[in-house]
């Protein structure tokens, strides 16, 4: 995702399609809502590629999904499915703006093989509960699965601010939402993801915008990366 123009788009289910179309749109998973969302730009299926050509963010309203889509392309609905809102995205960020964010991320460290091994991606929280034997500590010594997550995630976040160019303001950022996901196919598949929310200052406005426009972290073509952010 490079050059100008990027689109922001928010896109819906259309109020008249059918009951079992409803349905259809309801029980996508991540790599599903990958590939519906790939029917709404002018791309034929075998020039499809792994990489980002876009970011999405999935919410849910009346158990049906609400993307937040980010791309190069502007959406356009052909199967009568989608009701789509599209404005050109241009971030106008100067040093020291604060803005409050929203981030979905798939967060995971590298951790080095053991010999003649390579090294492994691990999910921050399973990785922190490794490093703490959780599983051989006491019931009541245990830390809880959202403690974890709150104090991994965010030490995996704030790692990042320097090269995301922005501080994240103290006392602001909360992380929350950890579920896993797996797909077992031909090629199996299988992620964590945490959301983030908080605020935060700008200090480098051009490494900010390429955040912005590429995303953060692993996992793009499955709902993470997407940088969502407002002015407070």
Known sequence: MNGEPHWLSRVTPRPDIT???????????????????????????EDRTDRAEFLFRTESKNRLPAFYLLSQRQPRDHAGLWHIESRPYRPDIQVGDRLAFKLRVSPVVTRAGGVGSHSKRHDVVMDAKRQM???????????????????????????????????????????????????????????????????????DPARFADALLKGVGPAKGFGCGLLLVRRV
């Not at 749109?25 to 002018?42: E, M, T």
């Not at 790692?159 to 992380?175: I, K, N, P, Y």
Request: aromatic share 12%; glycine share 6%.
């Open 19 to 45: 009951y079992c179309q409803l349905v259809d749109l309801g029980v996508l998973d991540p790599y599903g809502q990958h590939q519906a969302l790939w029917k709404l730009f002018d791309v034929a299926k």
């Open 133 to 203: 034997n959780w599983k051989h500590l006491p019931e009541d010594q245990r830390p809880t699965l959202a403690y974890l997550a709150q104090k991994a995630g965010e030490t995996w976040l704030r790692a990042r601010a320097e090269r995301l160019g922005c501080r994240f303001d103290d006392a602001t950022v909360r992380a929350d939402g950890y579920r896993t996901w797996r797909k077992h196919s031909a090629k199996s598949i299988e992620l964590s993801m945490l959301d983030f929310e908080g605020s935060l200052t700008i200090a």
